[in-house]
């Protein structure tokens, strides 16, 4: 059973792993509405050194963590790929993630790809584009506020995921079954 009644103001971190760049987006919740707070990237792939880049992982993470106090901590869990040692690098970046929110005692849930996607659009299967664009029709947030990178708007998706998940709600915005189900309800989005 869902209850309508507003709930306490809290603030949800997503994080979408990466070894080359990680996505981070901020939510805020008042009175069961979410809002965007922020969302970004950490760009790692400057770094030649693996470690070097987890430690720029953890501080950019406990920079965030001290700046937005989140409450929560929304994680997307790492699919798994026939490359072992891109498989290794993803999960350490994840686990380094994880240990900065463990160490400021933020709670932390973990979500598959599929089920954020599914929580965002509707469909598992959907492209970044669509997930992008479907948090943009959701938060209300102006083109001008659009990251080029999307792994901001997956680690916003992750976020999303947990509130609908945690509160029990779903996204008001419009649903697509497929890409090509929302191409031909987005016509003027297509540029030729």
């Known amino acids: 059973m869902t209850s309508n009644a507003p709930t306490k103001e809290r603030i949800i971190l997503g994080i979408d792993p990466g070894t ?3 996505g981070y987006g901020i939510i805020r919740i008042a009175g069961n509405r979410p809002a965007l707070e922020a969302m970004g990237v950490i760009k790692l792939d400057k770094f030649e050194n693996h470690y070097i880049c987890l430690a720029r992982i953890y501080s950019r993470i406990t920079g965030l963590l001290e700046e937005y ?3 929560e901590m929304a994680i997307e869990a790492p699919f798994f790929g026939k490359n072992v040692q891109s498989m290794l690098k993803l999960g350490r970046a994840q ?3 994880m240990a900065a929110a463990i160490a400021k005692d933020v709670p932390i849930f973990e979500y598959a790809p599929l089920k954020i996607k599914m929580a965002i659009t509707g469909n598992g299967q959907a492209a970044k584009e669509q997930v992008a664009y479907m948090l943009q ?3 209300h947030i102006p083109d001008a506020n659009m990251l080029p990178q999307l792994d901001a708007t997956d680690g916003l998706a992750a976020a999303m995921c947990h509130y609908y998940q945690s ?3 779903q996204s008001d ?3 697509y079954k497929s890409w090509k189900e929302y ?3 987005n016509r003027k989005k297509i540029r030729k």
């Open 137 to 139: 029709k959701i938060l």
């Open 183 to 185: 191409v031909e309800q």
């Open 167 to 169: 509160s029990g709600t």
């Open 95 to 97: 686990g380094v993630a």
């Open 69 to 71: 106090l989140p409450d």
């Open 173 to 175: 915005g419009p649903r």
């Open 20 to 22: 080359q760049v990680m």
